[in-house]
């Protein structure tokens, strides 16, 4: 169960003051530092070997394909069984397999099928994680100090975001992207060794758990409980609906940028630094979004920050497909990073703050699954069947924005409005 009182010497530090939460902190930003070094160089290195922008865009729609797939089975799971075993596992098996990628570059036979499969199935471990990961930061925190502990790994991991993309679009200019992405296994390693090290329960106690074994039909019962939390609370709907929007606009940039680079600014994965630069542009927007979240979040509540940063994402896309400049591209692309940023965090932290502690996994995964694991591989698709067109990466790419301008107008016509009206309810305080 979720600790409300003392999960946490220090609420306005918990990272400073907790050796868990440090261990954990530790844990993503190290798994998160390897999983960037992956996304620079995995689709870098299918463009390499097939010159496509459809291959890159299947790329990017099979590293969030799982989470439609196996989202809802995930979060049911992650709600009944250990979550450290199943980020432990998850982390070691994804080390296996991307391992495999470097080995098969260094025999001569690497094929962009083999790393199309290897991102889906790398992907599918790290949805099991997530789900767990969903309960586990509650549990481990305490509830009154899950804003300022979400924003503290969120702004850790966006500085993470700032400095690894730029770092390795350099390393993939120089060198090839294959023997990169044997880092990502020794992150993974090590991330499992911190998890495994924290000492406090990441679940709830076993006898406040679900049985880890029970028949398919109680399975299903226990998704329908996530899918109808999320239902009926009609902020949480809201949020979650218009994130997969948003979500479309994401996997467009993210299958585009190599090609878009290349086409449009004139900037080459191969030999050209200044590839380094964009891959870092989100990363910047990141970091600053997860130092402006809670302040905004606490003087405008979740409803009126959502309605204010949703137009803001779109504006900033916009100037993103209108931009021919590198430099003016990249500063469109770090607004952009910024407004999306705060647009995810604040729907995720109002989804972790409202969920009842036995359905956090369940509720944040499917949630996680519509937005992310729809959003994503629809809009990569989207871009990658516009690109092959004579509109090109640019027409990909404005294809996921155009989708985005959908979402913003159904936000400004649902109970969003009506909820941005009430009063901002006082912060919460924890108990001594």
């Known amino acids: 169960m979720v600790n409300d009182t003392a999960a946490e010497p220090d609420a306005r530090s918990p990272e400073r003051a907790d050796p868990d939460f440090r261990r954990y902190l530790t844990a993503r930003v190290v798994a998160v530092a390897g999983g960037l ?237 200044r590839i380094a630069v964009l891959f870092g542009c989100w990363g910047v927007g990141g970091l600053l979004a997860s130092r402006i979240v809670t302040p905004l979040s606490r003087r405008l509540g979740p409803a009126r920050l959502a309605l204010a940063a949703l137009p803001a994402s779109l504006l900033c896309g916009l100037a993103v497909v209108a931009g021919s400049h590198w430099l003016l591209a990249a500063a469109g692309a770090v607004a952009w990073g910024a407004a999306y940023s705060t647009v995810v965090i604040n729907a995720v932290t109002y989804r972790q703050q409202v969920s009842p502690d036995h359905l956090q996994s369940r509720v944040n995964t499917t949630a996680r699954m519509l937005s992310w694991g729809l959003g994503q591989p629809l809009g990569a698709g989207l871009a990658g069947a516009v690109a092959v067109t004579s509109l090109g990466p640019r027409g990909g790419l404005a294809a996921g924005v155009a989708v985005l301008a959908v979402g913003v107008l159904l936000a400004w016509l649902s109970p969003l409005r009506a909820e941005a009206r009430r009063p901002v309810p006082a912060p919460e305080t924890a108990s001594a």
């Open 37 to 273: 070094v992956a996304t620079v160089a995995l689709p870098v290195l299918v463009y390499q070997l097939t010159g496509s922008p459809a291959w890159s865009a299947a790329v990017a729609a099979a590293e969030a394909l799982p989470y439609l797939l196996f989202g809802l089975v995930a979060g049911a799971l992650a709600d009944r069984v250990d979550r450290r075993r199943i980020m432990v596992a998850a982390d070691l098996a994804g080390a296996v397999l991307l391992a495999t990628l470097p080995a098969a570059w260094f025999l001569g036979g690497l094929t962009a099928g083999h790393v199309l499969a290897v991102a889906f199935c790398v992907q599918t471990l790290f949805v099991l994680f997530d789900a767990a990961n969903f309960g586990a930061l509650p549990t481990l925190v305490g509830r009154a100090r899950l804003t300022s502990a979400y924003a503290g790994v969120y702004g850790a991991t966006t500085l993470v975001e700032l400095l690894v993309p730029p770092l390795a679009g350099l390393a993939v200019a120089i060198v090839s992207p294959a023997p990169l992405i044997a880092l990502n296994a020794l992150t993974a390693v090590a991330s499992a060794l911190l998890i495994r090290a924290i000492v406090r329960p990441l679940s709830a106690p076993p006898e406040a758990r679900p049985p880890a074994r029970r028949a398919a039909a109680e399975l299903r019962a226990d998704i329908a409980a996530g899918l109808g939390f999320l239902w009926r609370d009609r902020i949480v709907r809201t949020l979650t609906l218009v994130g997969t929007t948003h979500a479309v606009a994401s996997g467009a940039w993210v299958a585009m940028l190599v090609p878009w680079a290349d086409r449009v600014l004139g900037v080459s994965a191969s030999g050209d630094p």
